[in-house]
């Protein structure tokens, strides 16, 4: 998933992000309101990590703009405080998820998840096509019954390929679902994670590059 971190504790934000990054997704990181807004006005984010405490523009009013908008973006809200009237009124501004500072990492990841796969459409977890099995939940991948060990990314960059259904899917696209907004465009990293996934899939190959557009599946 691609996840924008709104957090005005610099070493706070850091460290959400990392997690994050170490869980395979997308993670951008801004420390006030106004600059959230900016960048959910220009990228497409599956998810917000949201402190409620802002500086510039309070959290409960990113959160009321980004619900007004009609945004599918889900939002899970982080507050100082453990008071159930500020947790109400969090979930009351359209916030889909609470968390009361301090909390644990790997449970922060565990929303982070669930909100995941409630922000896409219902459909089978598990994902299948030329003999490929990847299973987002176990985090595992098959290649006709063998079991393939896949960095994070490749793990990442797979999905998205076959969760395109045979579409092409373009290198800018895996850049924006898998890396985030500081990749460099014109690296090569797309490019090298799709050789090292070829390679460990092993014979016949499975992915094909389309000139010009990206990499496919068919």
Do not use: Q
Not at 23 to 43: Q, S
Not at 113 to 124: D, E, F, I, N, Q
């Amino acid at each position: 998933m691609r996840v924008l971190v709104v957090e005005d504790e610099a070493m706070l934000a850091d460290v959400i992000a990392e997690w994050l990054r170490d869980e395979a997704h997308a993670v951008d990181v801004v420390h006030d309101g106004l600059a959230a807004l900016e960048r959910l006005d220009v990228n497409d984010y599956d998810l917000v990590v949201l402190d409620r405490d802002l500086p510039r523009l309070h959290g409960d009013e990113v959160c009321r703009r980004l619900v007004g908008s009609g945004s599918d973006t889900r939002v899970l809200m982080l507050t100082a405080s453990a008071e159930v009237t500020d947790r109400v009124a969090g979930l009351s501004l359209g916030a889909d998820d609470y968390l009361t500072k301090p909390f644990a990492l790997p449970e922060l990841a565990a929303r982070v998840l669930a909100l995941g796969r409630r922000s896409r459409p219902v459909t089978t977890p598990v994902l299948h096509r030329t003999g490929i099995t990847l299973d987002p939940a176990r985090i595992e991948v098959f290649r006709d019954g063998r079991k393939v060990a896949l960095a994070r990314k490749e793990f990442a960059v797979l999905a998205e390929l076959l969760r395109a259904d045979g579409a092409a899917v373009s290198t800018e696209r895996l850049l924006e679902k898998v890396w985030d907004e500081h990749t460099d465009p014109f690296t090569g990293v797309v490019r090298v994670t799709v050789l090292k996934l070829r390679r460990k899939l092993g014979e016949p190959p499975v992915i094909e590059t389309v000139t010009g557009v990206g990499y496919r599946i068919p």
